[in-house]
């Protein structure tokens, strides 16, 4: 991309809408993927993180055309996406916090269930 943008516009890096929300992306998943490695959070982190990173590839993707509706890359301008968009982006964000209230009440009322043989010997004596 940065060969093609240098022959037609004359530079490498534009700081177009469209390239900056694909580099936020990147940086963001980025992240999230050095945080699981470093420690910084748990699997459960990991789930967490690309499921809100997914909201930078959607602004990217779609954001960028139907939301913002400028910059250099003219292909796929529309109107009207900033229902469907900002749907999206609610539902996810909806997701992520009963994920994480799930999460976080399952840590509390741990599950505890008695082992078959356990039951049959308590149940003897």
Same mark, same amino acid.
């Given at each position: 991309g940065g060969v093609w943008a240098n022959y037609s516009w004359g530079r490498f890096w534009g700081w177009d809408p469209k390239e900056t929300w694909a580099l936020i992306a990147l940086l963001c998943y980025i992240t999230t993927l050095h945080g699981r490695l470093a420690g910084w959070w748990t699997e459960?982190?990991?789930?967490?993180?690309? =499921?809100?990173?997914? $909201?930078?590839?959607?602004?990217?993707? +779609? !954001? =960028?055309?139907?939301? $913002?509706?400028?910059?250099?890359?003219? +292909? !796929?301008?529309?109107?009207g996406g900033e229902t469907y968009v900002g749907t999206f982006v609610i539902a996810d964000l909806l997701f992520v916090a009963f994920a994480i209230w799930r999460h976080r009440s399952s840590k509390r009322f741990p599950i505890t269930r008695e082992e078959p043989v356990a039951a049959a010997v308590s149940a003897a004596d």
């Open positions: 459960f982190g990991l789930v967490v993180a690309s =499921v809100v990173c997914f $909201l930078a590839v959607l602004m990217a993707w +779609y !954001g =960028v055309n139907f939301v $913002l509706g400028k910059g250099l890359h003219s +292909y !796929g301008f529309g109107i």
